[in-house]
């Protein structure tokens, strides 16, 4: 089996990704969860996210995401407010199977966070891919 | 202690099936996910291998005593070629395990019978009905024959038809809950007209070392025991281990809405405390509930009343994929039993408003 990961963002162990939203460039991250974790988890039917405005803390749990067979945490890779948060998923939360790194998104999060900071731990395309091989 | 496993565990793993625990067994979860496989089974056909399931051969002078003595259905009534669902309890009439009872062809002249324990029960069940024949002077001989028989669930409105092409004989005259004899790919195998999944269907018990080729003489969906799961729950079956439990979650055949599989004008252990409680009436009762509230329910949360008082527990809980909806089975005292009622399930802390449904949730066969 393998698994898409786009190299354009950088990952947490926990298997969420952060894509810094370039064409802003004002700070704003995106966040959602990998291929390789929605695979794990199978049919997606239920996410719990945090409603704009609230903060979230990098490393910190800041929603729930259940398939049919599983309950997961979903971890902060940054800090940040969350500035849009994905309702289609309320509805449609099987985006997350069928698109984990596009529809599939989370939550975006206003952030002074630089990703590729060593605070953060975060991974690239290439580590994570070590860790799920 | 090491996993069992059933004899196709490499044919499941390079179809790049997922692999779960159940009842000691290593079994596939599933194949492509649960949702295909689930659609498959209600709209068209799917396979199940539910080889974890146990088979007791019991055949003897004294087989129909000591069957009727250890299950609370009434095996009298059974003919060659039928089966009955059944319960086994303890002397205090709790459920120990369900099972179907099969009657099969006579042996040597004698009545003959294989029961179907749940996974990882067989041999409890064995020593259970060895124990009591002993105790009790009969003359019976009984089997653990888990080992000898994969066992397959082929299931879905379109399970007859694909059936048909698939087995030697005529198949689709087979009644409900009939059973006999099949040719699969010049395969002996018992076929039973049953199911767990409300839909139609047919079970086949397979030869262990002839499970390859029955297993691939179908063209279908292979299904795992996620699907098997919602499927079940959709049509308000209940699980043992799950939605009863002879230690963590003792219930009687008529708190867990199985009474029917009771029998008082027989004789059977268990058969006296049932009568009791069913002159007593049950003070517990287990519901079918959906969600109204967005929020997934799973075995072991709280129910609460409207007042916020802890009444019941969730048994079985899940998105329905038919549905679309989340439904769940539980236990609350009666006075919240009836259809309609609004109750609460905590979810993660969370009060969600659930109301209380009849099941089966959807039509079933």
Known sequence: ?133 | MPLQTPPLRGLHDERGAKFTEFGGWDMPVEFDSIREEHAAVRDDVGIFDVSHMGEIHVTGPDATTLMGRLTSNDVTTLEVGDSQYATITDEEGIIIDDTVVYRLPDENGEATYLFVPNAGNDEAMHERWIEYRNEWGLEATVDNQTDEYAMFALQGPEAAALASDVVAEPIDDLGRFEARSVTIEGIECWTARTGYTGEDGFEFLVPWMDAETVWSAFDCQPCGLGARDTLRLEAGYVLAGEDFDHESDPRTPYEAGIGFTVKLDTEFVGRDALERVKEEGVEEKLVGFRLIDRGVPRHGYDITNTEGRVVGTVTSGTMSPTLSAPIGLGYVPVEYAEPGTTLRVIVRGQPKKARVETTPFIDTV
């Open chain 1, 1 to 133: 089996m393998s698994f898409d990961i786009p190299a354009d963002r950088r990952y947490l162990e926990s298997h969420e990704w952060a894509h810094a939203l370039e064409s802003d460039g004002d700070g704003v991250v995106r966040i959602g969860i990998s291929d390789f974790a929605q695979d794990e988890l199978g049919d997606v039917v239920f996410v719990e996210l945090p409603e704009e405005g609230e903060s979230i803390t990098a490393g910190e749990q800041f929603g729930v995401i259940e398939s049919i067979k599983a309950v997961s945490d979903l971890y902060a890779p940054v800090s940040g407010e969350v500035v849009a948060v994905n309702e289609t998923l309320f509805d449609s939360p099987e985006l997350v199977n069928d698109d984990p790194f596009g529809e599939g998104w989370m939550l975006e999060v206003e952030t002074d966070d630089d990703l590729e900071s060593a605070d953060l731990e975060l991974l690239s395309a290439d580590e994570y891919d070590e860790q799920i091989a």
